[in-house]
């Protein structure tokens, strides 16, 4: 706008002086300008500061509720990775001791449940043969007396 008006007045004007006093005349307009800027600032400023914070608030809890989102998302996904990784060494793993010969878990629990149905079909045979076998103790008793004796003359 300046530009324009000392270009105007330099048309017009002819000689030294109209063109000092066109550039003193702009160059006060300037001042003024300035000079109005900085007392609407001054009246006007607090009220564009105050707005100016509630604006950087407001972006500032829109920007935290997206981080919080982002840093969420990423753990999950981290938790994910970690989980299959884990599952991926424990396959491993297991096929190594698979391949030296370690029984597993389930074999473990497989040969316990076997042993404890051998342990129940023993205590159940035991049972049916008691009553034979308390028949049979002083018929083997004298047995083993009569084994005894000759075999310790034998030896004398």
């Known amino acids: 706008m300046v530009k324009k008006l ?3 007045k330099l048309k017009s004007v002819g000689n030294d ?3 000092s006093a066109t550039i003193r005349e702009s160059a006060q307009q300037i001042w003024l300008a300035g000079l109005g800027a900085f007392a609407k600032a001054q009246l ?3 009220k564009v500061f105050d707005a100016l914070i509630r604006e950087g608030e407001a972006i500032q809890q829109k920007t935290r509720k997206v981080t919080e989102d982002k840093v969420t998302e990423m753990a999950a996904k981290a938790t994910g990775t970690w989980d299959k990784l884990e599952q991926v060494f424990e396959n491993r793993v297991a096929r190594s001791l698979n391949s030296l ?6 074999d473990v629990a497989l040969l316990a449940k076997r042993v404890a149905e051998l342990k129940a079909e023993v205590e159940k045979l035991n049972k049916a043969s008691k009553p034979a076998a308390a028949a049979a103790k002083p018929v083997r008793r004298a047995a083993v007396k009569a084994v005894r004796k000759p075999a310790a003359k034998a030896a004398a």
């Open 6 to 8: 000392v270009a105007k």
């Open 44 to 46: 006007e400023g607090n």
């Open 101 to 106: 010969g370690v029984p597993t878990k389930d």
């Open 17 to 19: 002086s109209q063109l």
